[in-house]
Every structure is written in C-alpha cells, then in structure tokens.
C-alpha cells in the first residue's frame, strides 16, 4: 500500500536587514529553505554588518500524492520555489512566525489571497527538487477530461408574469402584468 503522504522537516531561513525609511526599522525576508534540518529556535547562522540571518523555525514540509498536479505545476516554473507563509506577531525580537512551508502553489496562493499573511516564495534547492520529482513519479496519476454536456432544457423559454415562488403574493403569480396608467382610476 502506498503512502498517502510524505513529512520533511524543513529549516526556513529568515533575513533581518535595515529598512530603507524612518516607518521601517527592519525588513525581514525568507531566503532560504533547509531540508533535513533539526529543530530551530532562531538561531543566528551568518551576521554581516547589521544584516544577520536566522535559522528562525523548523516546519514540516508536508507532501500529499492528491497533491502531485499542484507539485508538477510548481517544478515546471521557471525558478521552482517553497511557498514560506508567515505572521507579524507583537515580538520586536521574533516580528514574523512561520505558519507554512508548502511546495503547493495552488495551497501558497490560497494563504496569499487571505491578506493577513505573508508569503514569500524561497528557491528549492536541487536535492529538494529531486524529491518531489520521485514523489510525482511515484504517485501521479493523469485525470482524463471529461467535456460537461448540457442539459436539454430550453432556456430561451420566458413565462410573463411569473414572479419569485419564495416571495408570497396577494394575488395570482401567473397573472399577467399590468400597465400602471391602467391601474389609475
């Protein structure tokens, strides 16, 4: 039996840089993913003046085999990316919190369009690349097309008269409109 899913743990790599105005301290940005990576608690990984980069979470990288169009979809663009989706939290220490990392695009648009989240797409790395590919190979299964027919049913057919049947009415629904010079006495 196959597996239904595939868990990686995966490092995220946050960047702290100076902001360009006075209303911006800090700018932070996902750089980098980590595959196999232990656990993280923002541990300081490079320091180059006042830019440092934090190995700042360890997130599991879920892999599902429903998933395998969305996955081929992300591995066929140009730059292959991890969908990091983050939080501002109240921290001035610790401003962002990584809620996701997916190799989903369809499920990294749904967590950008949301708007209180932030996504940042981080280029894969090669052995990472490699794994989905097997992932896809092993699970994908192509869905044939099935073109929708329609219905016989005549459209172009209009009932004068015949009004909403959840809105009660006083009289008749099928009754025939009237003018409303007619309805003057």
Same mark, same amino acid.
């Given at each position: 039996?196959?597996?239904?899913?595939l868990?990686? #743990?995966?490092? %995220?790599v946050?960047?702290k840089s100076?902001?360009?105005?006075?209303?911006?301290r800090?700018?932070w940005?996902?750089?980098?993913? $980590? #595959?196999?990576?232990?656990?993280a @608690?923002?541990?300081?990984? &490079?320091r180059?003046g006042?830019?440092?980069?934090?190995h700042a979470?360890?997130?599991?990288l879920?892999?599902? &085999?429903?998933?395998?169009?969305a /996955?081929?979809?992300?591995?066929?663009?140009?730059?292959?990316?991890? /969908?990091v989706v983050? &939080?501002?939290t109240?921290s001035?220490? @610790? #401003?962002?919190?990584?809620? $996701?990392?997916?190799?989903?695009p /369809?499920e990294?648009?749904?967590y950008?369009? @949301?708007?209180?989240? %932030?996504?940042?797409?981080?280029?894969? #790395?090669?052995? $990472?690349?490699?794994? %989905? =590919?097997?992932w %896809?190979?092993? =699970? =994908?299964?192509?869905? &044939?097309?099935v073109k929708?027919r329609?219905?016989?049913?005549?459209?172009?057919?209009v009932? @004068?008269?015949?009004?909403?049947?959840?809105?009660?009415?006083?009289?008749?629904? /099928?009754?025939?409109?009237?003018n409303?010079?007619?309805?003057? =006495?």
């Amino acid at each position: 039996m196959q597996k239904k899913s595939l868990s990686l #743990p995966l490092g %995220i790599v946050l960047r702290k840089s100076p902001g360009v105005t006075r209303w911006m301290r800090w700018v932070w940005k996902a750089v980098a993913v $980590l #595959p196999g990576a232990a656990p993280a @608690n923002w541990r300081e990984l &490079r320091r180059d003046g006042e830019v440092v980069e934090y190995h700042a979470v360890t997130v599991p990288l879920e892999l599902w &085999r429903t998933d395998t169009e969305a /996955y081929l979809t992300e591995l066929s663009t140009k730059i292959p990316s991890i /969908y990091v989706v983050m &939080r501002e939290t109240p921290s001035a220490e @610790n #401003p962002l919190e990584v809620v $996701l990392a997916t190799a989903s695009p /369809y499920e990294g648009q749904d967590y950008a369009d @949301n708007g209180e989240d %932030i996504v940042e797409l981080v280029p894969m #790395p090669p052995a $990472l690349m490699a794994l %989905i =590919h097997d992932w %896809i190979e092993q =699970h =994908h299964t192509e869905e &044939r097309f099935v073109k929708r027919r329609r219905d016989k049913k005549r459209t172009d057919l209009v009932e @004068n008269g015949v009004g909403d049947a959840r809105i009660s009415q006083m009289t008749d629904v /099928y009754r025939a409109p009237r003018n409303k010079a007619e309805t003057v =006495h």
